[in-house]
């Protein structure tokens, strides 16, 4: 059978993938001129710059994992530490492992008191059932009580708990304050934080999608090549795109949410139509400082995560790339990232951003010389917003689907490529089950 993937992010490029394995012709079409999606990479005089993504999470991520091993890619993707530092108001420092929940117990400024009831949330987290898979949007809906991160975090941990040990990691990871966020993610995240661990293929995590589609041996992938409507025809479906019309018994639509719905208008309900375009997207913006020699080649961590109680912080972090993707920077080089978080982006320019990366990045690390590069990255639509009641709005949409189309894409979950594999791989099994 024929089929067509529209979008080579993660999901269609895991689509493509699963589908090509179950014996079907696949022609993905992708707008921009290289898969990946949000996780692709740039090249800029000599560095490799992570567009979006920059991690894997390990056994937090099985489906990536899985897929990656019968690829035979396990083996290739390099661990990274993730050496943290807390960066107090007066600028103390507290080291911290990104990926281990315990060592936020060990900062100085959590009393026993504090960490006391941050032990016995955790034990009560682990006790009470979970969504098993973090990235299944449908399993994560059953959890959803409609209580938001920031509200059950200073009832359960805390103030100074959710101050130094919340917001960082959130701020980090999803860059928009806890109160707009749903707990069933967070909390399956705590339940299963033993699993995590972080790595980063060599070409930095972008490569994820190339291995898909080099794997996906029935495949055909047209870059540069934005699919502008799609259309009923004898055969299933007829999608355009550079002119032309390709027809294919199904689909897999595997854009953000609300390409998928402008693609599909004239298929789909009111109702489903308006779940995919008003489905929130943070504003997200990250700097890139490139240095030629590296001004800091002994620091001890990779990431410097602000904190301080109370107030609103323009960054979530800063982080060294040259230790998390050796392969991002030439040799003896520093690469600088600073993720800013969403609220203040409504009101700064690009200038502005660009001086306050630079800024944060000295404060963080010592003085520089003047670098080789600033490169801003700045989206109107970032990351999904998954705050309560998302999970179940979007996986409702899977049901008003007309036959034989399938979406994908991490919005169903809370992002991440994990979100992206997990749909892609599932879209295609659909399809797959719909065509027989
Ligand atoms: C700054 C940042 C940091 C991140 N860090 C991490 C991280 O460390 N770890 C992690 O796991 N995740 C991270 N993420 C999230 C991760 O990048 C996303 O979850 C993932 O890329 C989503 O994959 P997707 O395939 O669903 O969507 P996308 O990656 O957005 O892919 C959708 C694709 O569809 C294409 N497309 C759109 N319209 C059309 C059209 N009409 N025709 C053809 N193609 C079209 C787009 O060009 C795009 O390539 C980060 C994201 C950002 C923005």
Partial sequence: MKTIVIGGGPAGCAAAYTLSKQGHDVLLFEASDQVGGRTKQLRRDGFNLATGALFLMGGIYPRTSALLAEMGHDRDIVPWGGASELQDKDDSRYPVSFVSLLSYLRIPVLSLGDKLKVAMAGLRLHLRPGASNPFDGAELAAFDKGEDLETWSRKNLGERAYEYIVRPIMDFLYAVPASWLSTPFPHAIIQQAHKMKLSVPPGG???????????????EVRLSTPVERVERSSQGYRVFANGEAHDADGLVVATEAFVAAKLLEPYIDADARSRLTEAPYTDYAHVAIGYAKSPWPNYPTDIVLPVGVGGTRNIGAIVLHSRRHPGSVPKGGELVGVYFNTPPLAHMSDEDIKREALEAAIKAFGAAPDPTF??????????????PGHYSKLDAVHKAMPPRVCLAGDYFSQAGVEAAVFSGERAAQMLDRAMH
Wanted: glycine fraction near 10%.
């Fill in 205 to 219: 995590v972008g490569q994820v999608s190339e291995w898909f589609v080099q794997a996906a041996k029935r495949a």
């Fill in 374 to 387: 600033v490169h801003l990255f700045r989206y109107d639509r970032g990351l999904t917003i998954a705050g």
